[in-house]
């Protein structure tokens, strides 16, 4: 099974600048799909970002982008210009290339402070 | 389009008791999963279906049994409840084969004491 670890339970950052939030996975697949939901504390899960591994460009969402290294099996997210409402956990998640099975991190805690 | 519901939003139950969670989508996702979400654990598959009449075991199946009669519903019945399945569950869909995102349900929180 593939698994996916956060080794950073907690991060914090101040209001305006940058933070990155790691992320690695192992598997054996050479197509699969990546993703970073974000869960403020209203327990909502919220997409931020997706990127498909057979494609080299780093996925981008407004003041959201990754860095996707699919040697290394690492994907990390990269959150510009912290704003308060970035506060929440933030998971990361693999998708198998058959599409049925998700396998998520144990998420990191982010708190932005003003 | 009301996405994708789930109730109740929170239960609480006795040790022995069952019950079973709702799941309704009206986007018409092929694919619809159970999680449950523990403290330092993230989320973690209960079981899954790829479409009606379809259904798959995730990562921890054992106390959970589901079933998908229509593209719209996919229920999670708890035969038996145990304080080990004290949790927050969360069901959610998405297009299948596409390595789409999932839309997630608001969550139900359950306790068993």
């Known amino acids: 099974a593939q698994t996916v670890t956060q080794s950073q339970p907690e991060m914090s950052v101040q209001e305006a600048e940058t933070v990155t939030l790691s992320c690695t996975y192992d598997?054996?697949?050479?197509?699969?799909?990546l993703f970073w939901y974000k869960q403020p504390p209203s327990r909502q899960m919220i997409l931020v970002i997706r990127?498909?591994?057979?494609?080299?460009q780093n996925a981008t969402e407004n003041r959201f982008s990754v860095n996707f290294q699919k040697a290394a099996k690492s994907f990390s997210l990269k959150i510009s210009d912290s704003q308060l409402g970035d506060a929440a956990m933030y998971f990361c998640?693999?998708?198998?290339?058959?599409?049925?099975?998700?396998?998520f991190g144990t998420g990191t805690s982010l708190t932005v402070i003003p | 389009n009301a996405g994708v519901t789930q109730t109740p939003k929170f239960q609480v139950l006795k040790t022995g008791q069952s019950m079973t969670l709702q799941c309704a989508q009206d986007?018409?996702?092929?694919?619809m999963s159970w999680y449950r979400q523990d403290p330092g654990m993230g989320l973690r598959l209960i079981h899954y279906?790829?479409?009606?009449?379809?259904?798959d075991q995730g990562e921890v199946p054992n106390g959970y049994n589901v079933s998908r009669s229509t593209t719209e519903d996919f229920p999670l019945r708890l035969l038996s409840a145990a304080p080990s399945q004290t949790s927050v569950y969360f069901c959610?869909?998405?297009?299948?084969?596409?390595?789409?995102?999932?839309?997630f349900g608001p969550g139900t929180r359950l306790t068993v004491t």
């Open positions: 998640a693999y998708r198998t290339n058959t599409g049925n099975q998700f396998y």
């Open positions: 986007m018409n996702h092929e694919y």
């Open positions: 990127q498909e591994a057979y494609k080299q």
């Open positions: 279906s790829v479409g009606a009449g379809i259904t």
């Open positions: 598997t054996s697949e050479s197509d699969y799909y």
């Open positions: 959610a869909s998405s297009y299948h084969g596409t390595g789409g995102e999932q839309y």
